[in-house]
């Protein structure tokens, strides 16, 4: 048999070498054998099979060596005696002891002990502490609810999820950044230092600014869409980005295309008067404040209508100058004023706002009155007073028409005319006068004369006499009247009766000079 062949060998082989030193070979070639070693283990096909254990209580009551070898099985490797420990039989520097522990068999744990990243050894374990962070220790960030006390820096962007929607400005808190330094300060320190505008509005101790403090304009917009824009250099445009390149507006409205024919509107109210006012602050020669209007195609030289007044310097000479001259007129077509109330009256006034300084006016029917309130014509004229220059009609001096024109009335300086068709008639200026006249007998065929003062009245001048019927009762008389002396006009009975003289009662004559 092959075992008492290889124990036979052996012994041989042991016995053979009493005399010099003691080896073992087993296996192939055992009368060759290495003088190294003690014992020699040499096969094609077969291998040794040490001792195997799974723990190292039973053996190690027998105090084992240094060098002692046995298989672990609970490792599954080849274990050697070493300073008083088992040791893996690997290769390099053999570990006896870590930290603190020497037993053949550690094993490695986890743990969260602590406020710091630690280790911690007991027996044959090694537990590996890494505690949660928190406001008091480092440690590990997890999907829990934490407070991390420390400054901490990122070097690439911070992306925030799962934030939740704030309350209200009493509890909820602003992130701010300063220098990359992120800062948690209470919405209750903006509003009330007035860092900024709140929706609902802001509580203010003093004047504070809202704008762009750089060379930048400010729109306001609503629905996503510009709707007021306040300009860099302070222009305010209302439906509209674009202000005159020239004369820049300061307050633009643009209401573009649209079904609304109210572009600006006030109210107000108020016991006395409400009004819309513009004023230019500057006295210059050529300063006005104006309000105009302006057609499609109108600018600033034609179609359209202005009212305004100049300035106290104003010195331009033309046809509304003058200082302080208030004035109202139109570049268009025709300039219409007038009253669009059924029965009422357009009325013209001078000289304040009481009632009587009304001079002119056009009452619902056309008819005009100068210095009436109630014309009954199509032109009544006020009555004259005994006051200088207050007669109700008076003509310029001036050249006739070369044509007489019908209908047309004319004074050259010296008469009046009238025109009936083609044909242009000297009106007739009359003095009159009456004087109570009681003439004398006067016997047959022959006359009596008494005289009448008419002041202007002049030698030659036309003059007719008016009889009253008392003194014409007596037969075959006649009275006759002309101008004997400047201012002087004689009136004379002359009795044609032959027979009888005559003796008229007294009566009242008139007398007419009418003057060319």
């Not at 009493?18 to 077969?46: I, R």
């Not at 505008?197 to 003093?206: D, I, K, Y």
């Not at 008819?367 to 220059?389: C, E, F, K, R």
């Not at 009247?481 to 009242?508: E, G, I």
Request: net charge neutral.
């Amino acid at each position: 048999m092959r075992i008492s062949t290889w124990l036979g060998a052996g012994i041989a082989l042991l016995l053979g070498n009493t005399a010099s030193s003691q080896q073992l070979k087993l296996g192939k070639n055992p009368y060759t054998v290495q003088k190294s070693a003690v014992l020699e283990l040499n096969s094609d096909n077969q291998g040794l099979l040490l001792v195997r254990l799974s723990d190292t209580i039973a053996i190690n009551t027998l105090t084992p060596p240094d060098g002692m070898v046995i298989f672990f099985t609970p490792t599954k490797q080849l274990m050697v005696r070493s300073n008083g420990s088992w040791q893996p039989l690997t290769g390099g520097t053999i570990i006896n002891n870590l930290n603190g522990l020497t037993a053949s068999a550690q094993t490695f744990a986890t743990g969260t002990t602590g406020t710091d990243f630690n280790i911690s050894s007991s027996g044959t374990i090694h537990t590996f502490n890494l505690p949660d962070a928190s406001a008091s220790a480092r440690g590990l960030l997890t999907t829990g609810a934490q407070i991390i006390a420390g400054a901490k820096t990122f070097s690439s962007p911070l992306t925030l999820i799962g934030v939740q929607t704030g309350t209200n400005t009493t509890a909820d808190s602003l992130l701010t950044i300063t220098s990359g330094l992120v800062r948690k300060l209470p919405m209750s320190t903006f509003v009330t230092t007035g860092s900024f505008w709140a929706l609902g509005g802001n509580s203010v101790t003093t004047i504070k600014n809202f704008g762009t403090i750089d060379n930048n304009h400010l729109p306001f917009i609503t629905n996503n869409t510009e709707r007021m824009r306040i300009s860099n250099t302070g222009n305010v445009g209302i439906g509209t980005t674009s202000f005159d390149p020239t004369n820049p507006e300061k307050l633009l409205v643009q209401a573009g295309i649209t079904t609304s024919y109210n572009l600006i509107e006030g109210h107000g109210k108020i016991n006395s008067y409400l009004q819309f006012n513009i004023q230019n602050d500057s006295s210059g020669s050529s300063s006005s404040s104006d309000l105009v209007a302006t057609a499609n195609n109108g600018d600033e030289s034609v179609n359209y209508v202005d009212m305004g007044i100049n300035s106290s310097g104003y010195g331009t000479p033309n046809i509304v100058g003058g200082a302080n001259n208030a004035y109202l007129y139109s570049t268009g077509n025709n300039f219409i004023i007038g009253n669009g109330s059924a029965s009422r009256a357009l009325v013209l006034f001078t000289g304040g706002l009481t009632t009587s300084n009304e001079r002119m006016r056009i009452d619902g029917s056309g008819h005009v009155g100068i210095g009436t309130t109630s014309p009954t014509a199509d032109l009544h004229l006020a009555a004259g007073t005994t006051s200088a220059n207050t007669a109700p009609l008076k003509f310029t001096s001036g050249n006739n028409l070369s044509t007489a024109e019908d209908g047309a009335v004319e004074y050259d300086g010296t008469n009046y005319f009238v025109s009936v068709g083609t044909v242009r008639y000297t009106l007739a200026k009359t003095l009159t006068a009456t004087s109570n006249l009681n003439f004398p007998i006067t016997g047959p065929g022959s006359s009596s004369t008494l005289t009448i003062t008419v002041t202007g009245a002049a030698d030659g001048d036309v003059v007719s006499v008016g009889v009253p019927n008392a003194a014409a009762s007596a037969g075959g008389i006649c009275f006759t009247a002309y101008v004997s002396a400047a201012n002087t006009v004689t009136v004379k009975l002359n009795n044609y009766n032959l027979l009888a003289s005559v003796d008229p009662n007294p009566a009242v004559f008139r007398v007419t000079v009418i003057k060319y």
